[in-house]
């Protein structure tokens, strides 16, 4: 790919509202003239005023994120993977984009400084998700604490993120917006980040102030789910009456057909 043929469709096709180059490998400039692409990119988002969809690829610096941030005032949905050269990057997409809602990143050079910086951008998104870059575990404590409306769930298979300093880089962010709360369903290598870190900072279980048990009992978790399935709601509020423990009737994330009527938790 060259940047004289991308500046070419930009000029002859004005009118595209989604554009996705895909170059297998990683960083990869013109063929030509072993350039960067910025220019072409940027020629994409220039010509192209009603563009909603863009996917990156090739040599890119952060210079074709400023350029996205000034004329892709439309744009919806932005993938990209090994590009940019710091932080600029992600500050100049996160506060130029107005009409971004969806923010794919992978193995990029962008970290704690943009993000925080732009936070409240977030809350305007539906989601964002950064795998291999250089976010750390202390920066999505803070973002937690700062958008409690959102879920903030750190990916790591590397084992619970209290293993490794606080400034030591996750492995994959993702921040989203639900109508249902935290999710019940992660598995051991998702830690969910609370707001209030006297709560459950980062937990693969449940916490009494969205419902449920409190993930420090797990066992007891399961319990009630295979009551409520086998519709011994009774016996379950009986056993939690003599343990003394937290519950939430009608779970509407992980039985909602079960209860649907029942909303508000109990502390017994």
Known sequence: MTNDAL???????????????????????????LERL??????????????????????????????????????????????????LGLHYVLSGCES?????IRDCPFGDEALLANSTKLETMRSL???NCSVSFEACKLLAQKLPELNVE???ERGHPDTRPESCPVEK????????????????????VAEDASLTPYSNGCNTRYG?????????LLFFLELVTNNEFKLF??????????VFFGWEGACPTVYPSLYHYVSV
């Open 237 to 246: 509020m009986l056993f939690c009456i003599t343990k003394d423990y937290y």
């Open 100 to 104: 971004l809602r969806k923010l794919e």
């Open 129 to 131: 998700w950064m795998s």
């Open 38 to 87: 910025d220019a072409s990119f940027g020629a994409i988002v220039q010509h192209c005023k009603e563009l909603r969809k863009l996917s990156l690829s090739g040599l890119l610096t952060d210079r074709v994120f400023e350029c996205i941030g000034v004329h892709a005032k439309k744009l919806e949905i932005l993938s990209l993977a090994f590009a940019g050269d710091s932080d």
């Open 212 to 220: 449920g048990v409190e993930a420090r009992e797990q066992s007891i």
């Open 173 to 192: 962010l993702y921040i989203y917006r639900t109508v249902s709360g935290r999710r019940f369903d992660t598995p051991g290598f998702v830690w969910i």
């Open 154 to 156: 750190v990916i790591d």
């Open 7 to 33: 500046v070419t469709i930009a000029r002859n096709r004005p009118n595209m509202i989604r554009f996705c180059l895909c170059i297998i490998e990683p960083q990869t400039p013109d063929y030509s003239t």
